[in-house]
């Protein structure tokens, strides 16, 4: 099975809303994508093909600290992945491609809320190890953080702010 990762593009917007239908049990991350897509510039959107057909999707979106500290912090969602190309390594190769593109725009770190014993494969640790906290009440294991550039020590006792879109939807 050969998995191509690229960009999204405009014409693959209405895929995209379907497979996310398809892969969450409400409407709200579907929701949210439409918002991040018409108001939210700071985006990198990533999909997965196989044969040209999308089967998954991962978003970046830009967010704020409580302070001016020059970081460029961006939060990871959502992602998924069609059900029936779900434990196929398609998830994987989404993350991978993702943390590389933040890699090379030069993005200081990101924030995902997500399964404790999924992201950390890939880096990720809990925000409590560096002493952020999350503008959501949310348990302490699932907040996690992947450092790109050694510099959280600027965040420390402070929280962090998805896309104002993100507080639309929950």
Not at 17 to 30: G, K, N, P
Not at 37 to 62: C, F, P, R, W, Y
Not at 79 to 93: D, F, L, N
Not at 124 to 145: A, G, L, N, R, S
């Given at each position: ?5 690229r960009y999204?593009r405009l ?80 998830g994987t ?78």
């Amino acid at each position: 099975m050969n998995i191509n990762v690229r960009y999204e593009r405009l014409e693959d917007q209405e895929l995209i809303y379907r497979l996310i239908s398809q892969a969450f049990e409400t409407a709200d991350e579907e929701k949210l994508v439409r918002l991040l897509h018409t108001d939210h510039q700071s985006l990198i959107s990533l999909v997965a093909e196989i044969d040209n057909k999308i089967v998954g999707q991962i978003i970046l979106s830009k967010m704020n600290t409580e302070s001016d500290n020059g970081l460029e912090i961006y939060g990871l969602a959502p992602m998924c992945v069609a059900p029936e190309y779900q434990s196929k390594g398609i998830g994987t190769k989404l993350v991978e491609a993702v943390i590389q593109e933040a890699k090379q725009n030069n993005i200081d770190a990101i924030f995902v809320l997500g399964h404790p014993n999924y992201y950390p494969r890939f880096g990720f640790k809990p925000t409590k190890d560096y002493q952020i906290k999350c503008q959501y009440d949310v348990p302490v294991d699932v907040f996690m953080v992947l450092d790109l550039s050694n510099k959280l020590n600027l965040l420390k006792n402070q929280t962090v702010f998805y896309a104002e879109e993100f507080s639309k939807v929950f």
